[in-house]
Each structure stands twice: as structure tokens, then as C-alpha cells.
């Protein structure tokens, strides 16, 4: 039998890593979403990273307007976190206080004396990106890329051990546990 291709209208079915988009509103106020389109672009000079930030939420509004935030690399326990920052909108819910009430309170990300004021994060992410927006959000349909400089990095001072702090959660594992669907969204 002869290989050959077939067309098909399905994505591939790609397991990639699940972060936080922590960003601030203009009355300080921190909002938190689910992105899984988020990718190192360049390492020199600088450490630039895509973003896709799906419209009409309010972390593409406060990411437009403030043009920064902290990118938070979820570890496998974040995973109960997850339909909330991902199924829900901060205009309806509370997510600070409905992260408390899984165990997951918001912790301050300002870290050695830094003056500016930055969104709180979620605790222990394997690792935290300061993002900041270069040049113009790229209209690409249901989502706007934006092409961001990496400010700075940082771990939890409680990672004392590098390797165990490596394992991240990936979307296969949301999958597997029902979370998202095979086309990324929030389960019903």
C-alpha cells in the first residue's frame, strides 16, 4: 500500500505548557486568566516571548491598557485552578476570593524593593516572566498576539529544590483530568 496524505480539518492535538496572565486594571486591581498560546521568541539580546490574549476578556483589556504583566508558569497543583481562571470572567466572579477559597490566595509579586506596583500572583508557579509589550497587538481573529520583552524572572523563595520545581502543568494533564477540552477550552 502506497503512503500518502490526506486533507483534514483538525489541529494537531499539541500538549503545551498552561500559565497564568497576571495583569492590573487602572485602579490597581489584579485580574487572572488561563493562556496556553505562549512562546519564547528570541533569547538575544533580549528575552522576547508571543503571547495570544483572547478578546473581550478583561486580562486582553487590562493588557492593552497597562501593556505588561506577570506570566506565571503553573505547576500540576494549580490544576484546580484552572476552570475558574480559564471558564470564568472576572466581570462576573471574584476570582481572588474563589482562588482563596481552593486554597490558592493571591500572594504580592514585588520582589527586591521594586517600586512599581505589579499584580499579585498566584503562590509557588514553577517559574514568573515580568512581561512588557513591544510594538503593536497583531489582530489574528478570536485572539490578538502580542510580542513581549521579558523584564525579569523570578522563582518562589521556597524553591529549594531546582528539579522537583521543574515539572509544570502541560495541557495533556488537563485533558486527562476532564478540565479542557481537545480544542482547549473550559469542560462544561
Request: charged letters at 25%; one cysteine or more; hydrophobic letters at 35%.
Amino acid at each position: 500500500m502506497a503512503y500518502s496524505l490526506q486533507p483534514t480539518l483538525d489541529p494537531p492535538l499539541l500538549d503545551v505548557p498552561t500559565y497564568s496572565l497576571a495583569t492590573r486594571d487602572s485602579d490597581g486591581n489584579t485580574g487572572m486568566n488561563i493562556l496556553t498560546y505562549a512562546t519564547p521568541i528570541s533569547s538575544t539580546p533580549e528575552r522576547i516571548w508571543s503571547i495570544g490574549l483572547f478578546k473581550g476578556t478583561v486580562a486582553h483589556e487590562n493588557f492593552v491598557s497597562s501593556e505588561s504583566g506577570i506570566l506565571q508558569l503553573l505547576s500540576p497543583e494549580h490544576s484546580k485552578v484552572v476552570r475558574l481562571l480559564g471558564g470564568s470572567s472576572g466581570r462576573d466572579v471574584d476570582k481572588k476570593k474563589e482562588c482563596e477559597k481552593l486554597g490558592m490566595s493571591w500572594i504580592s509579586s514585588n520582589y527586591d524593593n521594586e517600586e512599581e506596583e505589579m499584580p499579585e500572583v498566584l503562590p509557588d508557579c514553577v517559574q514568573y516572566l515580568k512581561i512588557q509589550k513591544i510594538g503593536d497587538l497583531i489582530d489574528c481573529g478570536s485572539h490578538d498576539l502580542a510580542i513581549c520583552k521579558v523584564e525579569a524572572m523570578f522563582v518562589p523563595s521556597s524553591s529549594d529544590d531546582f528539579e522537583q520545581r521543574r515539572e509544570h502543568l502541560k495541557t495533556a494533564t488537563l485533558r486527562d483530568l476532564g478540565i479542557i477540552t481537545e480544542q482547549g477550552r473550559v469542560a462544561e
